[in-house]
């Protein structure tokens, strides 16, 4: 099993410039995550799906949308990047909620 | 609002050390919690799965407690090595939440040779 992938690993936007990480997962996960990582503010939720064809609101959701076609993925996407959007992002998934959460990798991106 | 802590922000140790490093939560109504490791510039590594009702998980040299009643969770990692070097994070989920995570923001460990 591959685990959670995520492409891709590194990106440079210039603002106002759009984008879509994926986010894939073998393990027939329901449900998925993405969070961002910052210096000084952990990692916080951006939004979630508890399963294909759902998602929700996370903590800073505001500036991304996401959607879940399909169990495996899960997709983040940027309409118009803001420099305040530089960050790491991970994905996660897991079986159900009582069960540990799997990351990905990461992708970093910079907005310049 | 669940707020997560972790202290120290940083530690170093020499080999061979036994060492805690603490989390604490704001409010006592989780589900589980969850350690982690995370190496520069890589993902999170899952250590330890605590549900709320277990006291402790322990995986080779690597021990988690919880006290739920007091918000309160230790790793204790036993014989350390220069290779247990990373950022530790521990993370709550509530009984609430969409199984979503809050995440402290972790202690640095340097375990030195």
């Known amino acids: 099993n591959a685990g959670v992938t995520q492409t891709p690993k590194f990106r440079v936007l210039k603002t106002g410039q759009s984008m879509t990480l994926l986010c894939a997962q073998d393990?027939?996960?329901?449900?998925m995550y993405w969070y961002r990582q910052d210096p000084g503010m952990g990692l916080r939720l951006i939004h979630y799906?508890?399963?294909?064809?759902?998602?929700a609101k996370g903590e800073v959701p505001d500036g991304y949308n996401v959607s879940r076609l399909k169990k495996q993925n899960f997709l983040l996407g940027l309409e118009s990047a803001a420099p305040s959007q530089t960050s790491v992002y991970f994905c996660?998934?897991?079986?159900?909620?009582?069960?540990?959460?799997?990351f990905g990798p990461g992708t970093r991106l910079t907005v310049l | 609002k669940q707020e997560v802590t972790q202290i120290p922000a940083a530690l170093s140790v020499p080999e061979g050390e036994n060492l805690v490093l603490n989390c604490s939560f704001t409010?006592?109504?989780?589900?589980?919690l969850q350690w982690f490791r995370q190496d520069p510039g890589k993902g999170l590594t899952s250590l330890l799965l605590?549900?709320?009702?277990?006291r402790e998980q322990t995986s080779g040299r690597l021990n988690a407690s919880l006290d739920k009643s007091s918000g309160r969770s230790t790793l204790y990692i036993a014989a350390s090595q220069p290779g247990d070097s990373a950022t530790y994070l521990c993370?709550?989920?509530?009984?609430?939440?969409?199984?979503?995570?809050?995440f402290g923001e972790g202690t640095q460990l340097t375990v030195n040779p």
């Open positions: 996660a998934s897991t079986f159900q909620g009582a069960h540990e959460q799997f």
């Open positions: 409010d006592s109504a989780i589900y589980n």
């Open positions: 605590i549900q709320s009702s277990q």
């Open positions: 993370a709550v989920r509530q009984e609430t939440s969409g199984s979503r995570l809050t």
């Open positions: 393990m027939n996960h329901e449900y």
């Open positions: 799906s508890v399963g294909e064809g759902t998602t």
